[in-house]
Nanobody, 120 residues
């Protein structure tokens, strides 16, 4: 059974940093593209970025460009979302997803999310 589990969310003040983790089980992690997404209350889900099997990253969401970085450690079956200079607009539920070839709403496997709250 494939499982993705996000962790590392929490409440921080504006200007702070968080690193989210996405740990997988039940799949050959390095065969999968991993994406990070977020959904704020009352808004549509946004794709933050994705990291390919070869460690290339897709373009970042404009709102996080220069502040967020995606990485992965295949030996640990884990992907990361490093978030700096956080602001209240970053408050959302953050999700990771994995798929063999695509990175988007139709990615095959999804975690249940981790909540991030940024206070001003």
């Amino acid at each position: 059974q494939v499982k993705l589990v996000e962790s590392g969310g929490g409440s921080v003040q504006a200007g702070g940093s968080l690193t989210l983790s996405c740990t997988s089980s039940g799949l050959t992690f390095d065969d999968y593209v991993v994406g990070w997404f977020r959904q704020a209350p009352g808004k549509e889900r946004e794709r933050i970025s994705c990291i390919t099997k070869r460690n290339n990253t897709l373009p970042y969401l404009d709102a996080v460009m220069g502040r967020f970085t995606v990485s992965r450690d295949n030996a640990k079956n884990t992907a990361f979302l490093h978030m700096n200079a956080l602001n209240p607009a970053d408050t959302a539920m953050y999700y990771c997803a994995a798929d063999r070839s695509i990175c988007g709403a139709k990615s095959r496997y999804w975690g249940e999310g981790t909540e991030v709250t940024i206070s001003s």
